[in-house]
């Protein structure tokens, strides 16, 4: 077996792993994990190569899958703030689910990036996080990645009767994945994506609010801390003073949504990721981890920016 024979499903596989585990690094550890095994294993006696790495990649997310910790975003774990209480204190990673750059996850062929896109966004793997993993398993396998019932149950060892009772007890408690987007939509989306990124460059608020849904949400793992409404989001804001003085934000792709990494005064700072949805931005996700600034292809360093109106 050559190495490009496994690296052909790597996009794939981080995908589906991603979505099991709800974390973009540990998906990347999962997959390496199932390649390690599949040189161990795999031997064309026992079929096509592509089951028996999701046959891996699965028992490997399941494993990883044993503790009782469910990732989650902050709107799932309490009320929104109010204008003025304290962020709290962080969370452990692994409270948390993290965002992934869609050049991992994302497949090449525009006949199947529109599903593969909207099964990625933020809330729909949070949502796959409620589910128990081998439900989760089914669901992705079946709804997602659009495996045969009989496939699925080969590769999980059970019936097709157990498969297709588990996905219906899944479908039962997860929303639907959501259609394409309108070509118009994205057209419309870019310049909303500028004028954003000016607005928050200069901070400013005015602007910026301007282009927020009257009950947006904004968050900023690994605080539990979180904002719903306009209004609240402009207080806040205005509140702070200038804490992005000096911020650049540079576009990336994640999680099959607009995205920006931040950077302040010339350094990786966070991760940004946008909800966008009829003209306007919907969501703010501010993920604190310089990590994934790198992680999303991007340096760590850009140099100190100079001062410019835009």
Known sequence: MEASELEHH??????????????GFEAEDAVQEAFVRAWRTYEPGRGPLRPWLFRLATSVCLDMLRGPQRRA????????ARPGDPLGDPLPGDAWVWPVPDGRVLPADPAELAVARESVRLAFVAALQRLPPRQRAVLILRDVLKWQAAEVAGLLGVSVASVN?????ARARLPAVAPE????DAAVDGRLLDRYVSAFERYDVAALVSLLHEDATMSMPPFAWWLRGREAIRAVLLAAGAPCE???????GANGAPAFAQYRDGEAFA???L?????VVTGVT????PRLVPFSGLPMSIGRPLRTDR
């Not at 790597?10 to 974390?23: D, H, I, Q």
């Not at 975003?73 to 929104?80: K, S």
């Open 286 to 289: 501010t993920f604190l981890d």
């Open 10 to 23: 790597r996009v794939e596989l981080t995908g589906y792993c991603y979505r099991m585990l709800g974390s």
């Open 275 to 279: 909800e966008v949805g009829g003209g």
């Open 271 to 273: 991760l940004v990721v």
């Open 246 to 252: 000096g911020t650049r934000l540079l576009p990336v």
């Open 181 to 184: 987007d309108a070509p118009e």
């Open 165 to 169: 009772s588990a996905l219906q007890r």
């Open 73 to 80: 975003r902050a709107m799932d774990l309490g009320p929104p």
